[in-house]
């Protein structure tokens, strides 16, 4: 993660964060940097970017913000991680000038004011210190940048699990800027596990089926997983002949996550849990577990 340009009010501005790091926090290598830009001039600089030329800002349509049109994050799709593995996504944002585009910018922020350091608990910057663009006409490019979030370093608190702010940033041609660090959002999930036993097995027809099971999740605080408590989750079942499941009733885990109940056997078929997600946590289902009633 990096900042791609160094401006010497950014200095202060940086000191200022780490003053308004918790004491708890102070000295922890495991707490991530959580000091983002918040101006065009902080990431490209008070002069325009290699390829920029001020001489398209000669007519008065080129003396103007570019205009920002589009971000996206991970292709649209939730960003879930678990507590170890690191995962890199993709962020391109699309902007147009007259004079094109020839850099942007994108960051995922977590707080409620990126103007005041001590509002911020989560920030997950850019690798790259200029983005990849590519051009779809003579005024419009779509940049592509990539982010490498880390569970470990991150995500050192259950609480960033739910919706992040995104930032997006433009440079034209020009040396005109565009920054907006409300762009639009996106969600950070906690990756959730589900399992199911169905017995006995074989069964005999009209006897009794129990299907336990366990629903957890990622813990970002000790990187292990525990338990989703009082969670409705869908016990379904699809008969042996069939390519469709059907749910046949809804239970909640306990203050554990564990899941179990009882159904009567009837003919041979698969046995699943389905969870369909929170904001915090993503959906998961189960493979079918088969039972022979004989």
Request: with cysteine; glycine share 8%; charged share 15%.
């Amino acid at each position: 993660m990096r900042i791609r340009a160094t401006v010497a009010a950014v200095s202060g501005a940086l000191a200022l964060s780490a003053l308004a790091v918790p004491a708890a926090l102070a000295g922890d290598h495991s707490v991530p940097n959580l000091n983002k830009p918040t101006s065009g001039a902080e990431v490209f600089g008070t002069a325009a970017a290699p390829g920029a030329s001020k001489a398209a800002a000669a007519t008065a349509a080129d003396a103007s913000e570019p205009v920002i049109s589009k971000v996206v994050v991970n292709g649209g799709k939730d960003i879930v991680l678990g507590t170890t593995a690191k995962k890199t996504i993709s962020v391109s944002v699309t902007a147009s000038h007259p004079s094109g585009v020839v850099d942007a910018y994108a960051d995922l922020w977590h707080g409620t004011n990126p103007n005041s350091p001590d509002t911020i608990d989560g920030a997950i910057l850019p690798n790259e210190e200029a983005a990849t663009c590519t051009k779809v006409n003579a005024t419009t490019s779509t940049c592509k940048l990539t982010f490498t979030i880390d569970p470990r370093y991150d995500l050192y608190k259950n609480a960033l699990a739910g919706t992040w702010h995104v930032s997006g940033a433009a440079l034209a041609g020009s040396g005109d800027m565009a920054w907006n660090d409300f762009f639009g959002t996106a969600r950070v999930q906690r990756l959730s596990k589900l399992t199911v036993n169905a017995a006995p097995e074989p069964v005999k027809k009209g006897g009794t089926i129990t299907v336990t099971g366990k629903l957890s999740r990622a813990n970002w605080e000790d990187h292990a997983y525990h338990g989703y408590a009082t969670q409705p989750v869908k016990l379904q079942f699809r008969k042996k002949t069939s390519s469709t499941y059907t749910t046949i009733k809804t239970i909640k885990s306990s203050s554990v996550g564990n899941l179990k109940t009882t159904v009567k056997a009837s003919v041979d078929g698969y046995w699943r849990y389905s969870f369909a997600g929170t904001s915090t946590t993503p959906a998961v289902t189960t493979a079918g577990d088969f039972v022979d009633v004989k």
